[in-house]
């Protein structure tokens, strides 16, 4: 106990540490995971590869879409769904994925994010949870449609979070 | 491949993770599940030892504030408060109440108005009083300058305690404590 009692209150709530993993089984396999993929080139990873390949991917859809955007004038074409992106978390700087080709056919331009959602851990893994609202929004600065987590927030304010324009559903 | 980059590159990844994997291992089982912890803590080594000539000799906060990115990319906030909020409230079930709750409040009013801060708020108050991290390193983990740290944790402190104050009237107020 010190003589500041707000720091003393957050201490108080300290829950465990790790005390002791780093030479546990876990700890030592982890380590050794971290070693061996040091010891292999960079890109050989399949989630590098794939990220890489969403990037490329974005730069042409997101330029792609605003040709759609300005010569069909509405927001969500038919094939939109092969020129949007989901995004991984709401932040602007945050990894984009394309749809998996055999996803496409699932967009509804109504709710654009339901698909983001069917094929959320396809795209960025098992172990990660799928949001449970979505927002649609151009890209920050650009024209391309993606798809963010709305992290609670409604369309509008999410967009305005990032600095982005909502995309009306439809 | 550099000569840094080789066998000595490897030792030093090992010397870090010997020093401080339980530390960084600790910070992120506070915030998510064991599974996504471990894979996090993987990548924030990876990331030491692609990173290696920018790491400093005080590898911690360097370590932290990775694992911290890391983390906030992989998990939403609100994901990470959820886990937090499991975290405290396993302490809660186990630890006796009475250490404190006659000087603030008892441990689940604190916990709840920890729990309603910001999350920037409540990252530096738990920078500082959980990870016994001095001002220079707790800055370094948060990505700021010490000057901007001192600043964020005097106006968290702040805050916290005019939430604390708020509800429990019966409780010593916590100004006649504080010599800071």
Redesign the interface.
Known sequence: ?T????????????????????RSD??RE??R???D???TP?ATGRRSLRVAVAGGAAVVALAGGGVVAVAGGMPWGEDAGGKMMCA????RG??LSGLPSDAVKEFDPKDPGAVCAGRWKEMWGP???V?TSFAACYYPGGAGKVVW?A??LGQDQACARIGARPIPAG | MTAREGPRGHELVEEWYEAHADRVMGYLMHRTDRETAQDVLSETFLLAWRKQRSVPDDALPWLLAAARRLLANRVRSDVRRQALAERISAVMDRAPQEVFEDRIGDREHVFRVLMALSEADREVLLLTGWYDLSAQQAAKALGCTRAAYTLRLHRARKRFRAALERRPASFTPLDSEVHA
Do not use: I, K
């Open positions: 106990m003589n500041d009692p707000v720091l003393d209150a957050v201490r108080e709530l300290r829950p465990q540490g790790a005390e002791g993993w780093t876990a700890g982890t380590l995971s971290v070693l993929q040091a010891a960079r991984r978390t709401l932040a945050a990894d172990s990660e949870p949001p987590p992290d609670g």
